[in-house]
Nanobody, 122 residues
Framework: QVQLVESGGGLVQAGGSLRLSCVAS????????MGWYRQAPGKQRELAAA???????NYADSVKGRFTISRDNAKNTVYLQMNSLKPEDTAVYYC????????????????WGQGTQVTVSS
């Protein structure tokens, strides 16, 4: 089993910054994609940013130029630096990891964190 623990959410004024962190632990051989999704009230969960193990990244158009995703593969950790925050960034942010387990045969499974609230006031 794998656990994802997020931290760094909170309340910030528009134009401010926050940095989210997510640490994966447990039966991990390797992690392919790690990413951040977000879900605003009454809306579907959407991808904010994702990163492969080799550093390739993908961003939602709405966050490009403001958010930066990074990873520390040795620590199984992913970060999301959020700058120039807007009220429309308000959402619960969820960490996601595509994990290969140790052992034989290795299993590939998708895991989610519990979510961290980000609130941007106008």
């Amino acid at each position: 089993q794998v656990q994802l623990v997020e931290s760094g959410g909170g309340l910030v004024q528009a134009g401010g910054s926050l940095r989210l962190s997510c640490v994966a632990s447990g039966n991990i051989f390797s992690i392919n994609v790690m990413g951040w999704y977000r879900q605003a009230p009454g809306k579907q969960r959407e991808l904010a940013a994702a990163s492969t193990s080799d550093g390739s990244t993908n961003y939602a158009d709405s966050v490009k130029g403001r958010f930066t995703i990074s990873r520390d593969n040795a620590k199984n950790t992913v970060y999301l630096q959020m700058n120039s925050l807007k009220p429309e960034d308000t959402a619960v942010y969820y960490c996601n990891a595509d994990v290969y387990s140790r052992g034989w045969p290795s299993r590939r499974e998708d895991y989610w964190g519990q979510g961290t609230q980000v609130t941007v006031s106008s």
